[in-house]
C-alpha cells in the first residue's frame, strides 16, 4: 500500500511543479496585449488543490481508490502543459509579430483559461470524494472531466465511497447505488468492474461492519456476476476466499442467503472458480447451514460412530461427522428465512458439484448426503428438487469415477442407505414429473453399486416405461440401459430380473409409442443387451424381438448411429443361435 501511495504522490508532485511554471512564466510577461491574469489565478488554485490531494493521500490509512485521481490528474496535465505552450510563444512574439497575432492569441488564452478552469473544478470534485468527514454521503455532482458521461462520475463516487466513508451509512447506501446502477445495462456493469468496484465492495463484505453493509455488497456482486469475463475480475480480486471466509464466520441468516447466493452465480459462471470453491471448501459451511437444525435416528447416529472409531482406528480421518454449528451462533431468522437458506444452500451443493470430481469428494465426505436425504422428505418442493438435483449431480460424477461411487454410494452405508430410500419412495409415490425423472436418473448413474441380491429397484423402474409421460419412460429406459450394459458386472443377473417383471413386453409398446430416433436408439440398445445376456428367454422369442433388431439393423435411419451396428449385430446373432436351436428342437421332439 505504501508503495501505491507513493507512486500516486509522485505524479501529484509532478503536476505541482508544472503549475508553479506556469504561474512563474506567466507573471514574468512583460507586455499588456495579452492579459494571463486568470490563467495565473487558475494556476495557483490548481497548485492549492494538488496539494491539498497530495496531503489527502499522504494521511490515507487505506489503500487509495485512484482510478478518478489518475484519470483527472491526466487531464489537468494536459492543459497545464498546453498553458506553458502558450505562454512561452507568447514570450517569444516581438515587434510587429507580437501585433499581428494579438487577437488570435487572446482567443487561445481565453481558450486555456477555460481548459483550466474545468481542470479546477475537476480537482474540486475529485478532493470532495475523498474527503469523508463532512457527513456529506456521495457526491453526486458533475465533473466537467465526466460531461460527455454522468455515470462514469458517479460509479466513481460510490466506488470512493464505499472505499474510504468514515460513515458506514454512506458505505451502504453506495454500495446498494452501484447495485443499481448494476441493474440498469451491461455497460454500467463493465464500468463499475473496469474501474475497480470490485475489491471495495469485497471489502465491505469481509468487514462484517453489519448484516445491511454484507447483503448490500453481496447483491451489487451479484449483480455485477453475470457472465465469465465479469466474474475473471473477482478472480483477479482474491474472491472466493474472501467469500469463504465470510461465510465461515457470518452468524446473520439472511447474509448467509445473499453470500451462497453469490457462490452459485460465481460457479455458474465458470468452472475455474467452481473448483476454486473447491479448493477453498466452501461445501463445509455450506452442508452446516444446510442441516443445522436436523436430527438423525439412533441408527444413523450409531453407525456413523462405529464407521468413525473403524476409520480412526486404521490411522484416516472421515470428516463425517454429525456435528453441526451451535444454534446459539447464529441470529436465527424467522422459518421462512430458515427454509430460504435452505433451498439456496441445497442449489449452490447442485451447482458446485456438477461435473467437478474435486467439489463431488469434498461434498460426499461432509454429512451432505445425509442432510439432503433427510431433507428430501420435507414438504417444501423447491427444496426437494434442489437436494435430489445435488444427489443427482454427485451420482453422475461418480458414474465415471469408480472411487467415489466406492466410498460415497457404497450400498451398506448409512448415507447411501438412506439416500436410495429417499429416491425409491419419489419413483414409487411421486407424483411431479420432474423429480421422478431425477430420480430414476441418479438411480441409473449408481446402477454399478447395486448387488444382483437388490430387489427393491428394478421392478418400480420396469413398471414406469409405460408411464404416461414421456421425459419419465425415456429417462427409465436410460437407466435400465446402464443396468444390462455389458461393462455393469451384474449385467446378466440384472437382465433377468427385468425379464421376470416383464419388462419385455413393456419395452415393446415403449418402442411402438415412439417413433423419434434418437427414443428409438435408446430401446434398442437396451433389447439388445437383454438379447445380448439372455437370448434364450422365451419372452424375448414371443415378443418377437429379433425381428424388431433386424428390421432396425436394416434401416437407413441407422447409419446415424454407426456404434449401434456392432451391439443390433451381436444381439441378433445371439437370438438367431437360441431361437435357431429351439426351432430345431421342437421339430425333432414334436409329435
Known amino acids: 500500500m505504501a508503495q501505491h501511495q507513493k507512486t500516486i504522490q509522485h505524479h501529484l508532485a509532478l503536476q505541482i511543479l508544472l503549475a508553479d511554471r506556469l504561474i512563474k512564466s506567466t507573471k514574468e510577461l512583460e507586455s499588456s496585449k495579452f492579459d494571463f491574469t486568470d490563467v495565473t489565478k487558475l494556476a495557483t488554485q490548481l497548485a492549492h488543490l494538488l496539494r491539498s490531494t497530495t496531503r489527502l493521500v499522504a494521511t490515507c490509512t487505506t489503500t487509495l481508490y485512484d482510478r478518478p485521481l489518475r484519470a483527472v490528474i491526466s487531464h489537468v496535465s494536459l492543459n497545464l502543459e498546453r498553458a506553458e505552450t502558450l505562454v512561452q510563444k507568447c514570450k517569444n512574439r516581438t515587434g510587429i509579430l507580437r501585433q499581428v497575432f494579438a487577437i488570435t492569441t487572446n482567443t487561445d488564452v481565453r481558450k486555456v483559461s477555460s481548459l483550466l478552469e474545468s481542470s479546477v473544478a475537476d480537482m474540486k470534485w475529485l478532493v470532495s470524494i475523498f474527503v469523508t468527514d463532512d457527513n456529506s454521503g456521495v457526491n453526486l455532482s458533475l465533473p466537467p472531466i465526466a460531461s460527455n458521461d454522468p455515470v462514469l462520475a458517479w460509479v466513481w463516487s460510490n466506488i470512493a465511497t464505499v472505499q474510504h466513508s468514515t460513515r458506514l451509512k454512506d458505505r451502504v447506501d453506495a454500495a446498494n447505488s452501484l447495485g443499481s446502477l448494476a441493474c440498469d445495462t451491461d455497460r454500467n456493469k463493465k464500468m463499475i468492474i473496469q474501474e475497480e468496484g470490485v475489491t471495495p465492495l469485497l471489502r465491505l463484505l469481509k468487514e462484517g461492519a453489519s448484516f445491511e453493509s454484507q447483503i448490500a455488497a453481496a447483491n451489487t456482486l451479484y449483480n455485477l456476476a453475470t457472465d465469465r469475463e465479469k466474474v475473471s475480475a473477482f478472480v483477479r480480486s482474491l474472491a472466493v476466499p474472501v467469500i469463504v471466509q465470510v461465510l465461515i464466520d457470518s452468524t446473520n441468516v439472511l447474509v448467509r442467503i445473499k453470500v451462497v447466493d453469490l457462490v452459485s452465480r460465481l460457479t455458474e459462471m465458470d468452472s475455474c472458480v467452481q473448483e476454486e470453491f473447491g479448493r477453498e471448501n466452501v461445501m463445509r459451511p455450506i452442508v452446516t447451514f444446510l442441516g443445522f437444525d436436523l436430527v438423525f ?113 457404497k450400498p451398506n452405508s448409512p448415507a447411501a442407505r438412506s439416500v436410495l430410500d429417499q429416491i425409491l419412495k419419489i419413483v414409487n409415490h411421486e407424483t411431479n414429473p420432474k423429480l421422478m425423472v431425477f430420480a430414476i436418473s441418479t438411480i441409473g448413474s449408481l446402477a454399478r453399486t447395486f ?34 450394459n455389458p461393462e455393469n458386472f451384474n449385467c446378466v443377473d440384472h437382465s433377468k430380473a427385468i425379464i421376470e417383471f416383464n419388462g419385455v413386453p413393456c419395452l415393446m409398446r415403449f418402442l411402438w409409442r415412439n417413433d423419434d430416433v434418437k427414443i428409438q436408439v435408446n430401446g434398442l440398445k437396451l433389447l439388445s443387451y437383454l438379447a445380448l445376456h439372455v437370448g434364450n428367454n422365451k419372452a424375448l422369442e414371443e415378443a418377437r424381438v429379433l425381428s424388431v433388431i433386424e428390421d432396425a439393423s436394416r434401416s437407413m435411419v441407422m447409419t446415424q448411429y454407426p456404434e449401434m451396428k456392432e451391439v443390433l449385430a451381436k444381439a441378433m446373432h445371439h437370438l438367431n443361435l437360441y431361437q435357431a436351436g429351439h426351432n430345431v428342437h421342437k421339430k425333432v421332439n414334436g409329435p
Open 297 to 409: 435416528d439412533d441408527y444413523v447416529t450409531n453407525s456413523l460412530v462405529r464407521v468413525n472409531s473403524e476409520i480412526r482406528n486404521n490411522g484416516l480421518h472421515l470428516s463425517s461427522s454429525l456435528s453441526f454449528h451451535n444454534r446459539n451462533d447464529t441470529e436465527l431468522g424467522s422459518p421462512e428465512e430458515i427454509m430460504k437458506l435452505k433451498i439456496t444452500c441445497a442449489r449452490a451443493l447442485w451447482i458446485l458439484a456438477k461435473g467437478s470430481l474435486l467439489n463431488s469428494k469434498k461434498i460426499t465426505e461432509t454429512k451432505a448426503l445425509l442432510c439432503l436425504a433427510k431433507l428430501i422428505q420435507n414438504e417444501n418442493e423447491e427444496l426437494k428438487l434442489n437436494c435430489l438435483m445435488t444427489i443427482m449431480e454427485l451420482a453422475k460424477v461418480g458414474e465415471s469415477n469408480s472411487e467415489l461411487r466406492r466410498q460415497a454410494f
Open 451 to 484: 448387488p444382483a441380491s437388490e430387489t427393491r429397484i428394478l421392478g418400480p423402474l420396469v413398471s414406469k416405461l409405460e408411464h404416461e409421460v414421456f421425459d419419465i419412460s425415456n429417462e427409465t429406459v436410460v437407466a435400465l440401459t446402464t443396468f444390462v
